[in-house]
């Protein structure tokens, strides 16, 4: 079983950043796809950005490319998105997630993710 915990989430101004951090526990993640997904309000969860097991594959939703960049450390035990540029339509309950998908990490569907975060929340004002 994986345990994901996330942190970094607040409120700050469009235009500024913050930095995620999820910390993983558990067993098999070198074999996991790792990553963020979001949720706005009213609205459904989707894929953010995604890394493969050893750091070689990232992807990213088409709306954050650019301004959003997930890494990993060495040892895999925390994996962070650093958000910069945030606009307002990026506020949204942030969630950390884990999937034994391999080296290629679709975004898409959700249900390849397995193990699940608690969220952190990020609120972006204009």
């Known amino acids: 079983r994986v345990r994901l915990v996330e942190s970094g989430g607040g409120s700050v101004q469009a235009g500024g950043s913050l930095r995620l951090s999820c910390a993983a526990s558990?067993?098999?993640?070198?074999?996991?796809?790792m990553g963020w997904f979001r949720q706005a309000p009213g609205k459904k969860r989707e894929g953010v950005a995604l890394?493969?097991?050893?750091?070689?594959?990232?992807y990213y939703a088409d709306s954050v490319k650019g301004r959003f960049t997930i890494s990993q450390d060495t040892g895999r035990n925390t994996v962070y998105l650093q958000m910069n540029s945030l606009k307002p339509e990026d506020t949204a309950m942030y969630y950390c997630?884990?999937?034994?998908?391999?080296?290629?990490?679709?975004?898409?569907?959700?249900?390849?993710?397995?193990?699940w975060g608690q969220g952190t929340r990020v609120t972006v004002s204009s």
């Open positions: 558990g067993d098999a993640q070198s074999t996991f796809c």
């Open positions: 997630a884990a999937g034994n998908l391999g080296n290629r990490c679709p975004l898409t569907p959700l249900t390849h993710y397995t193990f």
């Open positions: 890394i493969n097991a050893d750091g070689g594959n990232t």
